[in-house]
Each structure stands twice: as C-alpha cells, then as structure tokens.
C-alpha cells in the first residue's frame, strides 16, 4: 500500500537533529504568516517506544520548532502525529488519539505557520488515507491524500481542518489559509475539524463513521 508503513531505523540523539533542517521559508502573507518546516523521517527522528506485537510499528519523537517536538505513533497500520514541549505533553494532546478509521500513514515533511513574530500556531501534514473501495492490480488498496490542519499551542493541540488534495487544485493554499484563519481560534473539544475547501474522497473517508 503506497505510503503504508513508516518503518524505524535506529535511534538517534535527538540534540544532533535539532539544527539538521534548513529553515525554508514560504511567501509572508499580508499578516506576517510563513512556513518553515521540519522532517519526521526515522534519520531525523528518536525512537522512544520500540515496535511490539500486533502491528505495533512504535513511536518516535521529532525536532521542531520553537522548542517544540513532534510525537508519531503507529499501532494497526494508522498513525498519530501529535506536538508538544516535549514527549508527555504531546502525548496529553487531543492530537495524540485523533486518528482515521481507513488504514493510514503521514508523509514526513511538517509545515509549520509562524505569526509575524515567528511564533508558530499550526502545522500542515500531507496524510494517506487507504480507500477499501478503491484496490489496485496488486489487490491493495489505493490512499487518498489529504492535507490535515493541526492548532498549537498556547491552548490544546488538535485537528483543525481536512483539505482533500484531489478535489482541490491549490490545496496546499487552501491548507495555509485555514490554519491562518481557523487555528488560533479553535476550540478543542467543542468545535469539531471539517473539510476546507471543496470536500472529496479523501474527506470522506475521514469523517467518523
């Protein structure tokens, strides 16, 4: 299954990886929002609990930004992506159990939006999604790309909005957007994430069942 799933190479020392990306910055939009990113590939990555039994590949803990770091967890072929001060905090989010029904898997390049005082507020991940209704010549099935929207803090953090790649052409704007209008606002808990922009397979097979 493309993109399905993230295999662990061994440990590294996570102070080692905290400058091993480039800041890359996107366009400033009029209100001083940017992009840089992070990687949670396993050779910028630590693991901090080992693959176990049943589908259990483990989880990892990632450099991010402003003190930030990254916690992927995968247990069953779906995967979580959560952010926090360090591992526990992440890991006390909402993020940390906001998973997807269908299998899935996170690509490894994490978008960061910075206000203007380049403090960041969202992150943007490009997920796979397995569609069972859609099985390819091998019999597997095919994923579907979405793009997820995930506030930071000050706040809990959590899923925000669902952008589908395939239903719209600019979904990488449309995701920059919604985190710029949306993120800092939302309240975990109470308001729930939902599709921005036109809606596709993807988003539906995110919806909860």
Known sequence: MQGLPM????????????????ALDTPARADGATSVYSSTAPKSCRVV??????????EWLCPGQDGLVVVVAEIDLRQTV???RNRKDANDQPAASASFGPFNSTTDTVEW?????????????????????DVGKAGRP???????????PPGPVCHVAYVDVAANRN???LARQAADELARGFACGTDRPKPFGAPGRATALAAPN
């Not at 190479?9 to 400058?19: F, H, T, V």
């Not at 609990?49 to 483990?58: L, P, S, T, V």
């Not at 095919?142 to 930071?152: A, H, I, S, W």
Request: proline share 6%; no cysteine; glycine share 8%.
């Open 82 to 84: 959560t952010v926090g």
């Open 142 to 152: 095919n994923t579907k790309q979405m793009l997820v929207v995930t506030r930071l």
């Open 113 to 133: 939006r910075l206000d203007g005082a380049g403090k960041p507020f969202a992150i943007i991940q490009r997920w796979h999604l397995a569609d069972n209704d």
């Open 171 to 173: 979904a990488n704007e």
């Open 7 to 22: 295999r662990l190479l061994p440990a590294l020392a996570l102070p080692l990886l905290l400058a091993a990306l480039p």
């Open 49 to 58: 609990r080992a693959a176990g039994k049943d589908e259990d590949a483990g």
